[in-house]
Every structure is written in structure tokens, then in C-alpha cells.
């Protein structure tokens, strides 16, 4: 039977690795502090008391940021599922006792995806659990993946043209990358366009720190071709718009297209890869029954797609791209 001095014993040290885990997710004690709802001072005696304990440094410290010392990586490692398992405890148990009503789900996209991917998985979601709290995070490129990396989201769900080492990517739904033109451009509904026809045509793309951008410019560079940009513009639902009123052409997928847009369209995929949306996680993170139940719906949502791509082209930091090719 365990006494006294042992329980209290094994409480603090969850409370120690809750703040060491946090800490090393945020990389700042004040923000860990913050999150946990500790003061600073507190959270710094915690993960004081843990260094001493196991007779170890965890975290170099350069001003207000901290870093992972080798041993501290390998303390995270064994540390972060243990303390989000019980974080999750409560919800977990639920589950098993066939109860998934309750709890909260933060998922992180951008708007793209949120527009025309999620609308459908979220409607049966919510439909199904109504008492979760389902909250959608519109963000672009990095913003995703970091907000991953510091676990202030569960998931996210987007495009990656780069899977780092600490992320998985599990794609769920493909799409073809498309031209699209006004209704009466010369291109429209034009079998076999080539690059060298487009490139005589002003370009609407988004703007060039995106990924969109990259792509395109990579094609257009391999087959030695100049193009011109007339126009850079945000989101799908704006790039139509301009397309549509005669300013340029554009190459999306076609993900975007609904049928009703008064706009040509030409597939690309002899020039351009399809394009994959799926589930994005950050790697060895616990997943909270929420989590799973909303990926099951997305596999409903989305029957028959490949399952075993893990979109691992070219390590790098990775985007959750920018909802046109990127």
C-alpha cells in the first residue's frame, strides 16, 4: 500500500513533467506558465526540482527562450504522451464506456479547406456530438504547423507539398490542378493547352510567398518559358472573380470549382502533380478520442481514397499550403 509521502510523491511529479512538457512545447517558461495557469516562478521550480531529481539538465537557457538539452529531448519523448493521457483521462474513459459527448476539438486549416473540404465532415460531426466543442482555426502555411507543434490545436487539415520529421501527413481526399479562363478565352475548353500557350496570357495567382507561387513558377521555368504575373490576389472565391471579369487566367485545383462558375477549364495533370488534402498531426502526439472520431468521418466523408501516401516528397519546414496548389 503506498503511503503518504509516496502519493504526494508521484502528484508532483505529474505536476513536474505537465510543466516541463509545456515548457518544452512552447519554448518559454512564461507562456508554459501561462497555459497551465501557474505562475512563472512556480513552472521554474517545477522543472528545477525535476533537473535535480534526475540529476540531469533539461533546457539550455538563452534569455526568455529556452531549448531542449539531448536528454531533455528524450525525457519530452517518453514524458508528453504520459501527461496528454491524462490530460485526456476523463474524455478517454468516456469513450470506452461508449460516451463520446462531451469534451472539445480544435482543428486548424486554412480557408480554403474550410470552405470547400470540411464543410460536410464538420455538418456529420456535429450532427453526431453535439455536445463537442468543435472549433475551426483559419489559418495559412506555418501558422498551422506551429500552432500543432505547441498543441494548441488537435489536428489540422490541409494540403502539404513538405512533410517535416515531427509531422505526419495522411492524405484523404485528391484533386486535379486545373486552368481556368474566362468563358469566351481563347483556351476555353481547349484540349491539350500547353505551358507555352498559357504563358501567353497574364497569370492571376496568390501572393508569392505562397506556395501556389513556387509551383507555378518551377513549371513555367522547366520548360524554359517566361510568363507574366498581372495580378496577385488571396483565396479562390477572389481568383475566380478576376478570372471570371477577363483580367487573366489562373491554374487551381479543382477543388474550388462547383460547376457553376461561368468559367473555362482545362485539366493540367500532364504538367502539374494532383493535389492531396488530408490529415496533418504532429508525430507521436496523443490523440484524444475527439480526434479519432472526427478522422472516421472524414474517411466516411471521403470513401476510396489512398490511404498508405504519406506525401513525404522533400524534407523541409513544410506548409499546410495556401488552398490553390499549395
Known amino acids: ?44 521550480l517545477q522543472i528545477q526540482a525535476l533537473e535535480r531529481e534526475l540529476d540531469t539538465v533539461l ?114 481526399v485528391t484533386y486535379t490542378p486545373t486552368l481556368i479562363t474566362p468563358k469566351d478565352h481563347p483556351l476555353a475548353d481547349k484540349q491539350d493547352v500547353t505551358l507555352a500557350e498559357i504563358a501567353e496570357y497574364g497569370l492571376i495567382l496568390p501572393p508569392r510567398h505562397l506556395s501556389t507561387w513556387r509551383m507555378v513558377d518551377l513549371m513555367f521555368r522547366q520548360q524554359e518559358l517566361d510568363y507574366k504575373v498581372t495580378l496577385e490576389a488571396g483565396g479562390w472565391e477572389v481568383i475566380k472573380k478576376y478570372v471570371e471579369l477577363g483580367l487573366g487566367v489562373s491554374i487551381v485545383t479543382d477543388l474550388c470549382l462547383t460547376g457553376r462558375e461561368r468559367l473555362g477549364r482545362v485539366p493540367l495533370e500532364r504538367y502539374f502533380p494532383k493535389r492531396s488534402y488530408g490529415i496533418v498531426l504532429r508525430r507521436g502526439k496523443f490523440l484524444s478520442p475527439q480526434t479519432k472520431r472526427f478522422q472516421e468521418v472524414m474517411d466516411l466523408v471521403f470513401p476510396g481514397e489512398p490511404r498508405d501516401r504519406v506525401g513525404r516528397q522533400r524534407r523541409g519546414e513544410g506548409d499546410l499550403g495556401d488552398g490553390l496548389m499549395g
Open 1 to 44: 500500500m503506498a503511503t503518504p509521502q509516496q502519493i504526494h510523491y508521484k502528484q508532483n511529479r505529474l505536476k513536474q513533467l505537465r510543466a516541463f512538457c509545456h515548457a518544452a512545447c512552447t519554448g518559454s517558461v512564461s507562456a508554459a506558465a501561462e497555459k497551465i495557469f501557474l505562475s512563472q516562478p512556480t513552472v521554474s
Open 59 to 172: 533546457f539550455e537557457r538563452r534569455g526568455p527562450k529556452i531549448r531542449l538539452t539531448p536528454e531533455g529531448e528524450l525525457l519530452y519523448e517518453l514524458a508528453q504522451p504520459l501527461v496528454e493521457g491524462m490530460d485526456k483521462l476523463h474524455e478517454t474513459f468516456a469513450v470506452h464506456c461508449g460516451r463520446v459527448d462531451q469534451g472539445s476539438l480544435d482543428i486548424a486549416a486554412g480557408e480554403a479547406t474550410i470552405l470547400y473540404i470540411l464543410p460536410e465532415p464538420v455538418r456529420r460531426f456535429v450532427g453526431q456530438y453535439p455536445g463537442i466543442d468543435l472549433r475551426l482555426h483559419n489559418v495559412t502555411g506555418r501558422d498551422g504547423l506551429e500552432m500543432l507543434r505547441a498543441d494548441a490545436v488537435d489536428m489540422a487539415v490541409g494540403s502539404m507539398l513538405e512533410v517535416p520529421d515531427d509531422i505526419t501527413y495522411r492524405p484523404v
